[in-house]
């Protein structure tokens, strides 16, 4: 239904066998010389090759984004605006192919792609609307005659890092507060994803934002990540990925006293209270458990249930599970994609072994590996039950489709368990109480908060990110992400025309 000004033969075909950089507007070739396969997760095919670039091209990139972001940052925010706007169109215009590839390199399904590339062009449209507002605030100043006002500046180049899970829509919430604030960036995508850079800088250059205001170096976190981190020039970090990688920015970035913004995943879940309804609650906690086969920071991994209707609720879900066809999810009726690749299969594998001593296996636990799953990477959706607490199947996150059911009590044990994990990212919980679910939001110690609703799908208006080892206290996405992309400046303007000193004069 979406139409395409690329043509509709070249929808959905990836049209370079080998990428480059993309730096100060220009297509250039790694330093390194260095390239690795880009493979689809559904069948294993080789989709492109990516550079592995080292610190030459990060700095390199560094120096375009610093030489452009003078003049960017004196385009007026409004006009900076203007081509967030052309850059959401022409992604509107795009949206089914951008969809396509992101589900032949990411492997999620294609409607879910849809979805994600939706967050882009939301992202777009929203942050343009910022360009207009932007806003500080007018304050009175103690003095007479005097005037005070605090503006938003930008930081000057910024360094963004995003995941291969959603990686178009987290790059569209780090890189679009950054631009419209005046900021340029330089992007490095992950290595497993490489494409929807690839086709949102083509977007870049078309919808005409100016030479070096986004350069992309795709490499590895080890060389690009941490040549970025080290750079003097880049001012901010925002990274999306993994606790320890993420650990390891905090405290490089804290030594430089760059401004960094973490997003490292979660542990969330689902509570069921005895009041709910049951039917609803199967449906939400299997969309949020094996949707995007359990590969969200959002994903459910653990359902908190009241022990009166556990076992209603259990076979709730395992009937609702019935319905996960797993596959390429390039095809019809295919609810559950693969695997991103065989190191996140060999993790899920890890924690079903140790699920196993942690609780009693309802159903799945298995790598696919037959027939048509022979080539992709492949994982049945995995129910334990009876699971404890403290156990590492309910502490630790896993990113994959296994899911753990906890009975507990009480309403005020479901909070303590919800509470309980190292990561505050989502949570929910399904009842009927008003009274309840005002208690709810206040008591549960996450970033996000659901009712009646599963864990995921966050909307891009609306502050995206998490208390406790989830990350540092930064937004992305929702106008709080405009926070670590922007200095305050406080500014004073004395009109009295004599020297008034400010807390001895007035
Ligand atoms: C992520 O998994 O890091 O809220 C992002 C959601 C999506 C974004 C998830 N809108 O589930």
Redesign the pocket.
């Known amino acids: 239904d979406q139409k395409s000004d690329i043509g509709e033969k070249s929808v959905g075909k990836v049209d370079v066998s080998q990428l480059k950089n993309f730096i100060g507007g220009e297509w250039v070739e790694p330093k390194s010389d260095q390239y690795t396969d880009v493979v689809n997760p559904a069948n294993g095919k080789k989709l492109v090759d990516v550079p592995l670039s080292g610190t030459d091209d990060v700095n390199e990139a560094v120096a375009a984004a610093k030489k452009a972001q003078k003049e960017w940052s004196l385009e007026p925010a409004p006009m900076r605006a203007e081509i967030l706007y052309d850059i959401g169109q022409i992604m509107k215009e795009r949206k089914e192919h951008l969809s396509q590839i992101l589900t032949q390199e990411n492997g999620k399904v294609l409607e879910e792609a849809r979805g994600e590339v939706q967050?882009g062009i939301d992202m777009a449209f929203y942050m343009a609307g910022e360009g207009r507002r932007l806003f500080g605030h007018t304050v009175p100043a103690e003095l007479k005659n005097k005037f005070a006002m605090s503006v938003r500046a930008p930081v000057g180049v910024v360094g963004i890092i995003t995941p291969w899970?959603?990686p178009i829509?987290?790059a569209t919430w780090k890189s679009f507060p950054a631009i419209v604030a005046g900021n340029t960036v330089v992007w490095k995508p992950a290595t497993e994803t490489p494409l929807m850079a690839y086709e949102m800088a083509k977007i870049f250059e078309e919808a005409g934002l100016p030479k070096g205001v986004v350069n992309v170096v795709f490499g590895s976190g080890g060389k690009v990540g941490d040549a970025m981190v080290h750079h003097d020039d880049l001012r901010v970090i925002s990274f999306?990925g993994s606790n320890e990688v993420g650990r390891n920015i905090a405290s490089e970035c804290g030594r430089q006293l760059k401004k960094v913004s973490l997003e490292m995943g979660g542990k969330n879940a689902v509570i069921v209270m005895d009041d709910a309804d049951l039917e609803l609650a199967a449906q939400g906690i299997v969309w949020g458990a094996f949707g995007t086969s359990g590969q969200?920071?959002?994903a459910t991994s653990r359902v908190i249930v009241h022990e009166k209707v556990k076992v209603e609720l259990e076979e709730r879900v395992l009937e609702e599970m019935k319905n996960l066809k797993i596959g390429d999810g390039l095809n019809d009726g295919i609810k559950v994609g693969p695997i991103i690749n065989q190191g996140g299969i060999d993790k899920i594998k890890k924690y079903i072994e140790i699920g196993k001593e942690e609780g009693k296996l309802l159903t799945g636990g298995n790598e696919l590996t037959e027939g048509k799953y022979e080539s992709g990477y492949y994982f049945e959706p995995t129910l334990f039950t009876d699971v404890k607490p403290n156990a590492r199947i309910a502490q630790e996150e896993i990113f994959g489709p296994v899911l753990s059911i906890i009975p507990v009590k009480s309403y005020e044990e479901a909070v303590e368990v919800n509470n309980s994990v190292e990561f505050g990212l989502s949570s929910s919980i399904f009842t009927q109480d008003a009274n309840q679910v005002f208690k709810a939001q206040r008591d549960l110690d996450t970033g996000i908060v659901y009712v009646n609703a599963g864990t995921?799908?966050?909307e891009i208006h609306l502050p995206f990110g998490g208390t406790k080892g989830t990350g540092n206290g930064h937004r992305d996405s929702g106008q709080a992400a405009l926070d670590v992309f922007t200095e305050w400046k406080a500014v004073y303007v004395d009109y009295s025309g004599k020297l008034q000193r400010a807390q001895i004069d007035n």
């Open positions: 967050e899970n959603f829509a987290i999306t969200r920071c959002t995921t799908g966050a």
